[in-house]
């Protein structure tokens, strides 16, 4: 199936998309910080580069964008066009996100994942919802997190 835009007009739409301080991340970013968790962002020195770090409590956090990551949710769906492309892409990416995992785990750092649609769709969760059970995992010693929207 050809693309339904021009060359440029997708290279443009393309740059246009962020890899941080997405509206997610941003949404966690403030309400964490509004229940008083201090951190810092983008740490280059740890496996994945993780948006969040809270280093008091030894723990990381994503906000993973449903398509970039191929999460089963409804958000995400598979390309028609460059098939071939977009599921070595998106293979790539979920590599790299379990190598980054494991790579943080072996360090003895916590990591959690808040998934693009339990903050936003049809299946989103209350951001109250999402930043208390965050900050719960926060001061618990529970290894990892997931937070994903409603089935």
């Not at 393309?14 to 970013?29: K, N, S, V, Y």
């Not at 785990?105 to 936003?120: I, M, Q, Y």
């Not at 965050?134 to 529970?142: G, M, P, Q």
Request: glycine share 8%; net charge positive; aromatic share 10%.
């Amino acid at each position: 199936m050809a693309d339904r835009v021009s060359p440029e007009v997708r290279s443009r739409m393309m740059a246009g998309i962020r890899g941080r301080d997405t509206r997610p991340e941003m949404m966690l970013r403030r309400g964490l910080h509004a229940a008083g968790f201090r951190f810092r962002l983008h740490d280059r020195t740890l496996a994945g580069r993780p948006d969040m770090v809270f280093p008091r409590w030894r723990a990381v956090l994503f906000a993973h964008g449903c398509f970039w990551h191929g999460h089963d949710c409804h958000l995400f769906r598979w390309p028609a066009s460059r098939d071939e492309f977009w599921r070595a892409k998106i293979g790539r990416n979920r590599e790299v996100d379990q190598r980054a995992a494991e790579q943080l785990g072996a360090a003895g750092w916590r990591h959690g994942v808040v998934w693009e649609c339990a903050l936003k769709g049809k299946a989103r969760l209350p951001l109250t919802d999402v930043i208390e059970a965050c900050a719960d995992w926060l001061r618990s010693d529970v290894p990892t997190l997931e937070i994903r929207g409603l089935a």
